[in-house]
Nanobody, 117 residues
């Protein structure tokens, strides 16, 4: 069973930056959409950003202008550059890959991002 492995989370002060990465642990079907979600304590998981195979991106309103998603298809890797972090960005961040043809939906185990005020 292929899993996605995230890295790059941690503790940062408000206004700081972090870069998350996510790659599969083994061979994987070609990926259509790659995305990042987050879940804060007591809240539902929400979409942060996603990028299609054509490079089209969309972002949650709360992170527009601060976060940037990018993908490297040669490495089957997705990145999330997070700048100007705020305490309300504190959450567990999960990466997600989707293959629509084969109805594959892969998730990472999550990486904690904590922003102190």
């Amino acid at each position: 069973q292929v899993q996605l492995v995230e890295s790059g989370g941690g503790l940062v002060q408000a206004g700081g930056s972090l870069r998350l990465s996510c790659a599969p642990s083994g061979s994987i079907f070609s990926i259509d959409d790659m995305g990042w979600y987050r879940q804060a304590p007591g809240k539902e998981r929400e979409l942060v950003a996603r990028i299609t195979s054509r490079g089209t991106t969309n972002y949650a309103d709360s992170v527009k202008g601060r976060f940037t998603i990018a993908r490297d298809d040669a490495k089957n890797t997705v990145y999330l550059q997070m700048n100007s972090l705020k305490p309300e960005d504190t959450a567990v961040y999960y990466c997600n890959f989707k293959n629509f043809r084969w109805s594959k939906d892969y998730w990472g185990q999550g990486t904690q991002v904590t922003v102190s005020s």
